[in-house]
T-cell receptor, first 114, second 111 residues
């Protein structure tokens, strides 16, 4: 385990469902990130939270809704997804917002939209 | 082409050989980082090299950075079967508070 825990590991959902992905870190990091990894595409940064405030939203469709209730937890709420949203969703954290140090990633949630 | 492109896309070598992967990027950076990803898992941070550094070592890993050519290389010496994974470079672009990842190099170590 890396210190960043993501649940569930796998999720299959219909296009009309509502589900949430959860990410938890107890590393004392102040920044948390959601990335999307699709086959044969680079990792796409979706959201950045620094000290529980959203600092970046990379033109992500509104069917993805992040929530950061405290510095240790990050959620990604999903509703009315499309099949092309099927991907590996990765959560990461870092000591400070930005890029001065390395990121610690969770193992990801493999999402399949049917 | 995009910021952070790895080359080759796939590499297959025999155990014990050295593996070299390259990364090219387009804009000025603060640092460049390498990550490893085992199949279907999260990424693991391997090494970070700052823009004012030219070479860095960590165990069997050696990273070089040439800012004039906007390129970096990752060398894994004496490869092992456990090194089989995808390797990604990530660039910390100046003025942007985010890492930009490439598409990765898929490395296979044959026993």
């Amino acid at each position: 385990e890396t210190g960043v825990t993501q649940t569930p590991r796998h999720l299959v959902m219909g296009m009309t469902n509502k589900k949430s992905l959860k990410c938890e870190q107890h590393l004392g990091h102040n920044a948390m990130y959601w990335y999307k990894q699709s086959a044969k595409k680079p990792l796409e940064l979706m959201f950045v939270y620094s000290l529980e405030e959203r600092v970046e939203n990379n033109s992500v469709p509104s069917r993805f809704s992040p929530e950061c209730p405290n510095s240790s937890h990050l959620f990604l709420h999903l509703h009315t997804l499309q099949p092309e949203d099927s991907a590996l969703y990765l959560c990461a954290s870092s000591q400070l917002e930005g890029t001065t140090g390395g990121y610690t990633f969770g193992s990801g949630t493999r999402l399949t939209v049917v | 082409s995009q910021q952070g492109e790895e080359d080759p896309q796939a590499l297959s070598i025999q155990e014990g050989e050295n593996a070299t992967m390259n990364c090219s990027y387009k804009t000025s950076i603060n640092n460049l980082q390498w990550y490893r990803q085992n199949s279907g898992r999260g990424l693991v941070h391997l090494i970070l090299i700052r823009s004012n550094e030219r070479e860095k070592h960590s165990g069997r890993l050696r990273v070089t950075l040439d800012t004039s050519k906007k390129s970096s290389s990752l060398l894994i010496t004496a490869s092992r079967a456990a090194d089989t994974a995808s390797y990604f470079c990530a660039t910390a672009i100046q003025g942007a508070q985010k890492l930009v990842f490439g598409q990765g190099t898929r490395l296979t170590i044959n026993p």
